[in-house]
């Protein structure tokens, strides 16, 4: 039953208009998040049905399409052993145009909420769970144009200072202050920001979060131009035909795992 669920929902979600935010100049925008999930039709359902996404499948690769970002999912056996919140990507958010729906809504499906407070920018602000230990931030925004969109990924690290510096260079971006929130940066489609921790974070493979995602025009000059800075590639560039998609990964300073995509912003 919960798989016929999913599909109907698929079907009634495949005329929604999702897709990756206009790359700057650079040729880069935001891509995505990677999730490993246990439970695969059920983070569909919720993600179809909560956020208003597009079940996308392509070969082995699942994803879910979103306003300007996608949600990848691996499924595994086992639930990770590592929450997102004892990484450095400690969470990533949305905007919502009417919070107490939203809230509403998915408390009916026995999802948990947690905090609701006023975030940074002044606004309503949610934490809320999703099965297996994936920790997202709801932000209000009621001038909003659709629904739901994405919104920002927040690292939280005691060397937040120096990861902003090492994202703003290595992705080119500007640092740009969200709300109250000094130390931020802005991808096309996604902000960036960076926050404190008392504490060292582990690294993001294997956990809830395993990784975020980059999409380029031209990934392969940009792979280059990262040889050319020192940066040592995990999985170096390659073309991938049969999921349409050019990738390679690399590992900033701190553990946080980074794909690299040419191909997200056809699916």
């Known amino acids: 039953m919960r798989l016929l669920s999913a599909l109907l ?78 990484t450095i990507m400690d969470h990533f958010g949305f905007k919502v145009r009417n919070m107490d729906t939203f809230l509403d809504k998915w408390r009916a499906d026995g999802l948990e909420v947690g905090r609701v407070f006023i975030g940074a920018e002044g606004q309503t602000n949610a934490y809320i769970m999703l099965p297996g230990k994936v920790y997202v931030e709801m932000q209000e925004d009621q001038g909003l144009s659709e ?55 582990l690294p993001t493979r294997g956990a809830a979060l395993d990784h975020i995602g980059f999409e380029f025009d031209d990934l392969e000059a940009f792979c280059n131009e990262l040889t050319a800075k020192g940066i040592v590639f995990d999985v170096p560039f390659r073309d991938i035909p049969a999921i349409g998609l050019k990738i390679a990964f690399i590992t900033d300073p701190w553990g946080g795992y980074i794909e690299l995509t040419e191909g997200y912003d056809e699916f």
């Open 9 to 86: 929902l698929f079907a009634l979600a495949t005329t929604v208009q999702a897709q990756l935010a206009t790359p700057n100049p650079a040729g880069l925008t935001y891509g995505h998040v990677h999730l490993n999930v246990v439970d695969m039709d059920r983070h569909k359902e919720i993600w179809v049905n909560h956020f208003n996404g597009v079940v996308v499948e392509k070969g082995p690769l699942t994803a879910v399409r979103l306003p300007n970002m996608l949600v990848a999912l691996t499924e595994q056996e086992q639930e990770p052993t590592l929450a997102m919140q004892e």
């Open 147 to 201: 629904d739901i969109t994405g919104y920002h990924i927040h690292f939280i690290s005691p060397d937040y200072e120096e990861m902003l510096a090492w994202y703003t260079d290595i992705f080119s971006l500007e640092v740009k202050p969200r709300g109250s929130i000094q130390t931020t940066t802005n991808a096309p489609g996604m902000n960036i920001s960076f926050g404190n921790s008392t504490s060292p974070r």
